[in-house]
């Protein structure tokens, strides 16, 4: 098939999927370089091997799995003109993406109360990288509730149907990307001593 051929909507919504697979695979880099110096670094002498996440930090997992599941029931209610239920989902999915990032703040108070710290002289390496890649985490996930604002405005404003909805389509492999990168940095700081 010729990449060229097709009407000017097929080609513009072509090139909004290519620019978000882009943007997933620049930041999957930015996220697997940060992986690697976690990586390099554990070998100095000042790693700690034994650390457990804070509990907010798991409990926010299980928000964002969740969260995934009602965007995801959102995209199919509207594939088939379930606009109600689509709304309710889209503002449940909201929802838990602001419960996800002040779980995320608990964690930080939780690692600050049992003494550790981002940076200063009782820091250490490896907390330093879990603050990290925490908060640039969370500042994607900041990105995808923007993302899912405007789908959400969208949605209200009656522009999407289950002949056109590839807006919430694109904002939903975000946010299922942001939570599927979140689970493998909660499995990767666990088990990478």
Same mark, same amino acid.
């Given at each position: 098939m010729d990449l060229t051929q097709g009407s000017e909507k %097929?080609?513009?919504?072509?090139?909004?999927k290519?620019?978000?697979?882009f943007g997933i695979v620049s930041l999957l880099m930015g996220f697997a370089g940060w992986t690697s110096a976690y990586i390099v670094s554990s070998s100095r002498e000042d790693w700690i !091997?034994?650390?457990?996440?804070?509990?907010s930090f798991l409990i926010s997992t299980a928000v964002l799995l969740v969260s995934s599941v009602t965007y995801f029931v959102a995209r199919k209610a509207i594939e088939?003109?379930? @606009?109600?239920?689509? /709304?309710?989902?889209?503002?449940?999915t909201l929802g838990l993406g602001f419960v996800f990032i002040f779980l995320q703040f608990r964690g930080f108070e939780e690692?600050?109360?049992?003494?550790?710290?981002? $940076? #200063?002289? $009782? !820091?250490? @390496?490896?907390? !330093?990288y879990v603050f990290l890649i925490a908060a640039v985490h969370i500042a994607h996930v900041v990105a995808g509730i923007i993302s899912l604002s405007v789908v959400l405005y969208k949605q209200l404003k009656g522009r999407y149907s289950s002949e056109e909805y590839l807006g919430?389509?694109? #904002?939903? /492999?975000?946010? %299922?990307?942001?939570?599927?990168l979140w689970i493998y940095l909660m499995v990767f700081m666990t088990f990478v001593k």
């Open positions: %097929h080609k513009t919504d072509r090139a909004k290519m620019m978000l697979w !091997s034994e650390l457990l996440l804070p509990n088939q003109n379930k @606009i109600a239920l689509c /709304t309710a989902m889209l503002f449940t690692m600050l109360a049992n003494g550790y710290y981002f $940076t #200063g002289p $009782t !820091s250490n @390496i490896k907390m !330093s919430l389509s694109l #904002g939903a /492999t975000f946010w %299922h990307f942001l939570d599927l």
